[in-house]
């Protein structure tokens, strides 16, 4: 790859949606919305054009040299002296530079395809809104950070992407900040990103303070890929960061997926991300589905150096992956707002992505990525499209009939559905499925947590065709339902390409039974994140696929027989078992275990030091020092008589006193 134009691509992908905020923000919201309509979609579209360049420069070189560091500048280069006039270097830089290969390229794609389709949804969406200025300036900004996390070669600017993108998630979520909802759930994702973001520096201060070259020297580098080189058995046969499997690598792994797991929206920072639907539709898609919260499956992909030299670590993230998938399919069930039941979904499947990762399924781990980015836009975009027609309603119990009424949608959602329940044929089944079957392989406490795996497929199918039936079907249950209409043409023809991706995306990656007749995916990350350890044989393979998806069918059947012929009451499972139902429509009464166990004490703590501390204490002690001073100013004010004899008489004495202590110094 040409490093000169290499770096001048990447700084059109950076530099445009950088440079549509800009112009958004610094013009007040003055600019026409025609422009704006233009100016918002066209950036992040550009970045896409420019990044499928990139995509082909990466694609015209071998595999083994698809990989190109490139620095735009010099930032921070400590020197520690000079000896004859040659300075010496400590070895620690902070360059701005960025990493272009199959992985971050991979997450380029997303980010600005996904996310430019989302942005000219937006454009529809939006057209009323009176912040429509303002929207797409966050929007522009959210593009922007997402970008720099995932290009960055530097720790320290992948950390303030990573700052960068909560911000930003929290400008969208509460973008409508006349509610207080809306204003409540964006600080609520902002400080549980923050929490995260905290063991994300601590374990980037590890490898800095800890990281040895082959020589046994620290290194003190913050540089990606000098870290890779120095972890584990690769190019100089040693560990730098002490044994495999010892309590310092291990530290460094849970540190940093506390910070993908706050960003994953993964047990315990996870309840956010119900909360965040309280963001305009477009918002929704673009940070729950496509991008921020995918970000976590991202950073432990690329340091998967570390994660194959701490199993410990490793196996935390694969269970607490798992453990989330199968907790947020609980929980989808029972709700009833449309756009929480796919938020829900987002978390079961961002879980699976992570379990995948953490034992080390990580193309797995990333075609499901790639794949869930397609459907899950799509899902929220064609539920947007009914929410708008039915004039922000968005209980599923007041809708009905839809599909008559809004064919083209109807027929969106479907394919989202099948894709996401991994109904063969469609984009999730496949991804889903080698997922599945990759963690039967090489999971940590086989075939229990594949066996919640599969258990994740039954309850996905069921609460998505829950929705699909009553949404879709039936009859209207009001008389917005009876009176809705199809989306406009800029909201629907971005519904329409993503339903087109989610039928066939899936088909780039075929790899079951022990047979790869299609491994573009793969193949393409190979180079950055290598093979599985372990293959399992084709038997297994075949026995994981057929049970995967005879459950994801299963799953289906079941809401079927629930919603659609309706020969299963839809209380039966709350009255045969209402504390799992409880449990599920009260979400696990995460919130309520958060607001007794920290929110009341704090909240208590403040009271107390209000009530008493600050009253008895801390005014008082003012109190005191203003007295101190009245004093000392009232004993100070006799000194000034107004005669010119006291005034001389006190300089004299003074100046004797300073005579005398001058001479015992100098004596």
Not at 428 to 456: D, H, I, M, R, T
Not at 487 to 508: D, H, Q
Not at 532 to 552: E, I, K
Not at 657 to 665: D, K, N, P, S, Y
Request: hydrophobic letters at 55%.
């Amino acid at each position: 790859m040409n490093p000169s134009f290499t770096l001048v691509l990447c700084a059109v992908v950076l530099g445009l949606p950088t440079a549509g905020f800009l112009v958004n923000a610094l013009t007040g919201g003055k600019l026409p919305r025609q422009v704006v309509s233009f100016l918002g979609p066209g950036v992040v579209l550009g970045a896409f054009v420019a990044t499928l360049i990139l995509l082909v420069e990466l694609l015209a070189q071998p595999p083994a040299g698809r990989g190109i560091t490139v620095v735009f500048w010099h930032w921070l280069n400590l020197s520690v002296g000079s000896a004859g006039g040659a300075v010496a270097r400590s070895g620690f830089n902070a360059d701005f530079s960025v990493r272009i290969d199959s992985l971050s390229v991979l997450m380029m794609l997303v980010i600005t395809g996904i996310g430019g389709l989302i942005h000219v949804y937006s454009v529809g969406y939006m057209a009323e809104d009176s912040g429509y200025n303002r929207f797409f300036a966050y929007m522009n900004l959210f593009i922007t950070s997402m970008l720099l996390l995932v290009m960055s070669e530097s720790l320290i600017f992948l950390i303030i992407g990573w700052g960068m993108v909560a911000f930003a998630s929290y400008a969208l979520i509460a973008f409508w900040y006349q509610r207080p909802a809306a204003v409540a759930a964006g600080r609520k994702a902002f400080i549980a990103q923050v929490i995260g973001d905290v063991g994300l520096v601590l374990g980037t201060f590890l490898i800095f303070l800890n990281l040895r070259g082959s020589t046994g020297k620290l290194l003190h580098t913050v540089d990606l890929q000098t870290i890779f080189a120095n972890v584990g058995p690769g190019a100089h046969f040693h560990n730098g960061l002490g044994l495999a499997g010892g309590g310092l690598v291990t530290a460094i792994g849970i540190l940093l997926f506390l910070g993908a797991a706050a960003k994953s929206a993964q047990w315990p920072l996870h309840t956010w991300l119900p909360d965040a639907m309280e963001g305009p539709t477009p918002v929704s898609a673009l940070i729950h589905a496509a991008t921020m919260v995918t970000a976590g499956v991202y950073l432990v992909a690329r340091f998967h150096p570390i994660y194959q030299q701490a199993p410990v670590a490793a196996g935390v993230v694969a269970a607490v992956g798992i453990g989330t998938a199968l907790m947020a399919a609980v929980i989808g069930c029972t709700q009833f707002d449309i756009k929480r039941v796919i938020a829900y979904s987002t978390m079961s499947q961002i879980g699976l992505m992570i379990f995948a990762v953490g034992v080390g399924a990580y193309s797995a781990g990333m075609f499901q990525f790639f794949t869930h980015a397609c459907f899950k836009a799509l899902l929220f975009l064609a539920a947007g499209n009914v929410i708008h027609a039915l004039h922000d309603e968005q209980d599923i119990r007041a809708m009905g009939g839809l599909s008559t009424r809004m064919k083209w949608t109807f027929v969106a959602f479907l394919v989202g559905s099948l894709a996401l329940a991994g109904i063969p044929l469609f984009a999730g089944w496949f991804s889903k499925e080698e997922l599945l079957s990759s963690g039967l392989a090489l999971g940590p406490a086989v075939p229990w947590l594949w066996v919640l795996g599969v258990s994740v497929n039954v309850l996905t199918s069921f609460y998505i065709f829950r929705v699909v039936w009553t949404v879709f079907r039936g009859q209207p249950a009001t008389s917005r339902a009876a009176a809705a209409k199809e989306a406009r043409p800029a909201m629907l023809v971005p519904v329409l390409v993503l339903t087109f991706l989610s039928a066939v995306v899936g088909f780039l990656n075929i790899d079951f039974f022990g047979f790869h007749p299609i491994t573009v995916f793969s193949d393409f990350l190979r180079p950055v994140v290598g093979s599985p350890s372990a293959q399992a044989g084709s038997g297994t393979q075949a026995l994981a696929l057929v049970a995967g998806t005879a459950l994801s069918v299963g799953g289906l059947a079941i809401a079927w027989a629930v919603y659609g012929r309706k020969v299963i009451s839809p209380d039966l499972i709350s009255q045969r078992l209402p504390w799992l139902y409880q449990l599920s429509l009260q979400k696990f009464y995460w919130d309520e275990i958060y607001d007794a166990t920290l929110v009341r004490p704090t909240l208590a703590c403040a009271a107390l030091v209000r009530q008493v501390l600050e009253p008895r204490f801390f005014d008082e002690l003012v109190g005191g020092v203003r007295g101190g001073v009245a004093t000392l100013a009232d004993d100070l004010r006799t000194l000034q008589t107004g005669f010119f004899r006291d005034y001389a008489l006190i300089f004299f004495v003074c100046a004797v006193i300073g005579m005398v202590v001058l001479g015992l110094r100098l004596a």
